[in-house]
């Protein structure tokens, strides 16, 4: 359920190489390599001489490639003008480049061979000048890419996260009410079953309001959970109902996302048996693997639904659920629903890879 490694490892060189002081610094320090080896190779200066003098060029250079990072590239490049934007870098080159030359020849006043280097290489300075401009181009589009890309899934994470908080906020009260309505029935008739009800509800409550804030729980959990639920509505539906819950595999390993199940459990009753139904049966069956859970849930119903007085306003629980899968098993799972004269099935299947 969690990030793999190399999503790990993905993510921290996204951050890395959109962070603005890194990749600045690692590509004046190659420029700054790149110019001292070729400046070594081809005037046979020591190390010290040749940094000093490209410490020179880099500031010119640097200059032309900030400017061209900050107004060329937004202003015509970013704009598709690019006739316009090479243009701009060719006048660039060539005014960075006789400067850069005038600068280190007067710095060589005392070495004249250096100085004739100097005017030997000014033709073909202008090439690896518009090979370093061109670079920061490449690297600026590189970069807002990357960012780009951060941003985009950093917001879609965000979107996620704020919609699935909605539709739990959405499930918690759905299931709270009815089982308060089902506990106000009990008082009313002052049965004996209401304090069982009540510890009950308190369970359930504790694993709603302290474990479903978290993005994964344990199967194990909502397993109890929906143990809790199925014996509440046991105390509620007496000898009316016959309830069977059946749990094969382990379930001690594996982390799903909270209250998955329930919304399904729950319409068993409610929009099942809870029509006038004298006798009637939940049949629910819960086969885990290691990677795989598979939920089938039968329920009796009426051959005749009564048609309601009043237009619900909920019908959220399964329009959630659907909605909560997309989000959070995207193409990892398959949900089939079956609705006959006198049954109501429904089948999931998730995968835990996912």
Known sequence: MSLTLSENIRQRILRLVSNRAVYHSLFWAGILIFYSIVDMVFTGQGFFYTLSNNV????????????????????????????????????????????EAFLIYVKSSDIPEMQSNVLMSLNWSFIPNFFILGTSTVVKITVDWYKNIRERQELETETM??????????????????????LYALTLKKSDLAPDIVLKLSEMMRYMLYECNEKWVDLSKEVNYIANYLELERLRQGNHVDIHFDVQ???????????????FIENCFKHGLGHHLSKGFVNIRLHVTENKVDLFIENSKPESMPKPLHPRSGGIGLVNVRRRLDLLYPGHYSLNIEDSPKTYAVNLKLSLES
């Open 56 to 99: 020179v060029r880099l500031i010119i250079l640097g200059a032309a490639v900030y400017y061209n990072i900050y107004v060329l590239i937004p202003k015509y490049l970013v704009s598709k003008k690019f006739m316009g934007y090479i243009g701009f870098l060719l006048l660039v080159v060539f005014i960075v480049s006789p400067l």
């Open 249 to 263: 595999g382990n379930i001690s390993d594996q982390k799903i996302a909270p209250l998955m199940f329930i919304p």
């Open 161 to 182: 996260q704020s919609e699935l908080r909605f539709l739990k906020s959405q499930i918690n009260p759905h299931f709270l009410f009815n089982t308060l309505n089902s």
